[in-house]
């Protein structure tokens, strides 16, 4: 199977998923069958209500993704094209719409369709020898679908480059540019990942989703408006007992602190 699913039960409650991408024999690049497994996949989180948290991974030390496979571009016509990058759009947008927070643990190239799905996740690790690029214009294509959330994460000037020269940049320089959120040793990336998905755990459970949802309502809507969502989002929160359990343990902690 080329999409690895690992679920584990955490002590806060609830499972975390790790979906691993493995076809390392092509850097883990894309093709159409592969691309139909992810969609797939991406539909069973989607309906697992006890999900807290996915770690997108590649297998292997070679590749997080290498972008899409350059065979089965080669072959595509104007009217096979629309096909094969909508599907590749619904695998970005699948994990960009996931209820649960999403966290990309990069360890070597992270380049064209790859980066995109690095840029769909919510957070992004990456280990000192990733990769990072947009090369599609050498081969004689545009950057696409999901390289437009890259202005938002790094600007304009820096997607431009990225872009259009087709370069690839390492993770000192991606970690300076925002691309991504950390990096770490290769032998530490794991603890890296385990480390963010425990911060992300200390969260409540519905609180998080209502993040999500509400963060992707502020990349949409006009300021005034995204202001307003979050009023209703506020709201939404204490349809459960999660503000009221969390907040009662807060201050018990606090207090217990104090008497020290």
Known sequence: MPVLVARSVRPEGGHIAQVTIDRRAKLNTLNR????????????????????????????????????????????????????????????????????????????????????????????????????????????????????????????GRARRLVLT?????????????????????DRLHEAVERVAASLLAGGKHALRIQKTLIADWQDLSTSAAIARGIDAFVEAYDSDEPRRMAEARLAAMAARQRR
């Open 33 to 156: 069958a592969l691309m139909v497994e992810i969609v797939e996949t991406i539909e069973q989180l989607e309906a697992d209500a006890d999900l807290r948290l996915v770690i997108l991974r590649g297998a292997g030390e070679k590749a997080f993704v290498g972008g899409a496979d350059i065979t089965e571009l080669a072959a595509l016509d104007r009217d096979s094209a629309r096909d094969f990058i909508t599907l590749l759009h619904r695998c970005c947008d699948g994990f960009r719409q996931l209820p649960v927070p999403v966290v990309a643990r990069i360890d070597g190239y992270a380049l064209g369709g790859g980066l995109e799905l690095a840029a769909a996740c919510d957070l992004r690790i990456a280990s000192e020898r990733a990769q990072f690029g947009m090369p599609e214009v050498r081969i004689g294509i545009p950057s696409v679908i999901e390289a437009a959330l890259l202005p938002q994460l790094i600007g304009h």
């Open 166 to 186: 087709g370069e690839t940049i390492d993770a000192a320089e991606a970690l300076a540019w925002g691309l991504v959120d950390e990096v770490a040793p290769p």
